[in-house]
């Protein structure tokens, strides 16, 4: 029947007719390269003993860790060879813009062959929008985009459907709205 009356708002029974349209995701086009360090460094102090936690415990199903060390203590390093130990796609989170630009840097010259990519918040300058009780002031939304972070979001975001060597380096504040109609 190409036509149904519905008489009610209930949903009708579809589990035999209905199929969603799933088109087929495209092959990755350059999958499969693994990831290797190119360095001279090699781990010392704590860092054997924390990579070789890090990669137990990612091996053992936990999917969220976080690394806590004091600044020069090598933890960017760290992180690289916890990367290169799983050869699987990693999300490096940074507090700001500055320390995940620092990141991206140095991840970039850690893994020069596969796909690391920065996706920080567009903005450049994001005031929202206010008011002032006091002198009944109404404050309008300011904003300036930077168009060379906004393309480097998207590259990150085409890394991640056509490769499977990604090392995504993003700050916390660049998630909030993501997937929001009003963003």
Do not use: W
Request: include cysteine; proline fraction near 6%; charge should be negative.
């Amino acid at each position: 029947m190409a036509i149904q009356i519905r008489t009610s708002l209930a949903e009708p029974e579809t589990a035999d007719t209905f199929v969603p349209h799933k088109p087929a995701r495209p092959e990755k086009a350059e999958g499969g390269k693994s990831f290797k360090i190119v360095s001279d460094y090699e781990p010392a102090g704590d860092q054997p003993q924390a990579i070789a936690e890090l990669v137990e415990a990612a091996n053992n199903g936990e999917v969220s860790q976080v690394l806590l060390g004091v600044t020069g203590s090598g933890k960017t390093f760290t992180m690289a060879k916890v990367i290169e130990t799983l050869q699987r796609p990693a999300l490096v989170m940074a507090p700001n813009k500055i320390l995940a630009a620092q990141l991206y840097g140095e991840f970039k010259s850690f893994f020069p062959d596969n796909a690391v990519e920065y996706f920080v918040s567009y903005y450049d300058y994001y005031q929202p929008e206010a008011y002032v009780p006091r002198t009944d002031t109404y404050i309008e939304k300011e904003s300036s985009v930077n168009e060379a972070i906004d393309r480097m979001r998207h590259s990150a975001t085409r890394s991640l459907l056509e490769r499977d060597d990604v090392i995504i380096v993003a700050s916390v504040s660049c998630l909030y709205g993501i997937g929001s109609v009003e963003t």
